[in-house]
């Protein structure tokens, strides 16, 4: 997905926009989009429709912020990480493995 380049936008707003247009495309809603200091992983959502992203996640690749982004908003439709939720990532984030084994070998400042 190709993103428009805005020097004059947050980090937040940044990620939230992003959060924005894969909503969208993936058909959920989130009830709350929220970015903060997280010092432990990239990003969680709440069984109450809450997605939370790490202010730093701003600071990663676009296809980094897309696997996150992705994989929080599609626990909005499937709430593990089975054969459906897997197949839901691979038609929307075809190369999301090997983010995935970016993710785990990144080591979180606590």
């Given amino acids: 997905m190709k993103w428009p380049t ?3 936008l947050t980090s937040s707003a940044r990620l939230k926009r992003r959060v ?3 909503a969208v495309k993936l058909r959920v809603m989130p009830k709350t989009v929220r970015v903060q ?3 432990h992983k990239w990003g ?3 069984s109450t429709g809450t997605i939370t992203l790490a202010i730093d996640l701003d600071g990663e690749s676009a296809d980094f912020q897309d696997f996150v982004v992705v994989h929080e908003l599609l626990h909005l ?3 593990n990480h ?3 939720f ?5 038609a929307n984030v075809p190369k999301w493995r090997q983010q995935d084994i970016y993710r785990r070998k990144q080591i979180r400042p606590t």
């Fill in 82 to 84: 089975g054969r459906l």
């Fill in 86 to 90: 897997k197949a839901l990532m691979t």
């Fill in 6 to 8: 805005n020097g004059s």
């Fill in 77 to 79: 439709k499937v709430p």
């Fill in 44 to 46: 969680s959502c709440s």
């Fill in 20 to 22: 924005d247009v894969w």
């Fill in 37 to 39: 200091r997280m010092t």
